[in-house]
């Protein structure tokens, strides 16, 4: 079964730029998998950040973005902020009705 | 405004079967492009997609699990019931539903509900 690859963890200084990608343990992310991103703070449900790729979600701010980078998904945060501080998971379809997470990444801002 | 509730028990013993309701408003399961997901997270541990339901009645599961899982809909009712058999202590989690609504991307889930904790242990 094809897995859906995260960096465990990641650190950015405030007011930095980050970028978490969204791979597979097999093959390239396309935008035909139709990556979105949520991001959850402990003891709460996940929020939407971007979905299809590239859509930001409502009420999400701009300096959160998506992409394709190479053969991955990617979620770009451009000056990070310390409510920032979260686990970011991708999803990605697979086709045949199956959604597949990512692991996550824990994202440090310090 | 669209919400979403989960409810269940709290606590199962293994081997039982779980049944979680999701109860819905602001949409309906029976428009178009509509879809209801289920998902769990263990203590600590990652997401995990498990399971959905389509406006059209289709069903999809996970495919580790979809020998134990069964997604159903009460379009009446804005429910969709979620049982899982033979439960096991790695089975306790958060579980949460959370929507879909567009036809063309069955990826994009939002909202989600609060999510409710169930602890399997004897």
């Known amino acids: 079964q094809t897995v859906v690859t995260q960096e465990p963890s990641f650190s950015v200084s405030p007011g930095g730029t980050v970028t978490l990608t969204c791979g597979l343990s097999?093959?390239?992310?396309?935008?035909?998998?139709?990556p979105s991103w949520y991001q959850q703070t402990p003891g709460h449900a996940p929020r939407t950040l971007i979905y299809?790729?590239?859509t930001r979600s409502s009420g999400v701010p701009d300096r959160f973005s998506g992409s394709i980078l190479g053969n991955k998904a990617a979620l770009t945060i451009t000056g990070a902020q310390a409510d920032d501080e979260s686990d970011y998971y991708c999803?990605?379809?697979?086709?045949?009705?199956?959604?597949?997470f990512g692991g996550g990444t824990k994202l440090t801002v310090l | 405004q669209v919400t979403l509730k989960e409810s269940g028990p709290a606590l199962v013993k293994p081997t039982q079967t779980l049944t979680l309701t999701c109860t819905f408003s602001?949409?309906?399961?029976?428009?178009?492009?509509?879809?209801v997901s289920w998902i769990r997270q263990p203590p600590g541990k990652a997401l995990e997609w498990l399971a959905r339901?389509?406006?059209?009645?289709?069903?999809f599961y996970s495919t580790s699990l979809k020998t134990r899982l069964t997604i159903s809909k009460d379009t009446s009712k804005n429910q969709v019931v979620l049982t899982m058999t033979n439960v096991d202590p790695v089975d306790t989690a958060t579980y949460y539903c959370?929507?879909?609504?567009?036809?063309?991307?069955?990826?994009?889930?939002?909202?989600w509900g609060q999510g409710t904790l169930v602890t399997v242990s004897s």
């Open positions: 959370a929507r879909s609504r567009d036809y063309n991307n069955p990826n994009w889930f939002d909202p």
């Open positions: 602001g949409f309906s399961l029976s428009t178009s492009g509509m879809r």
């Open positions: 339901i389509d406006w059209d009645d289709d069903k």
């Open positions: 097999s093959g390239s992310v396309y935008t035909s998998y139709y």
């Open positions: 299809s790729t590239n």
């Open positions: 999803l990605l379809y697979m086709g045949r009705g199956i959604s597949v």
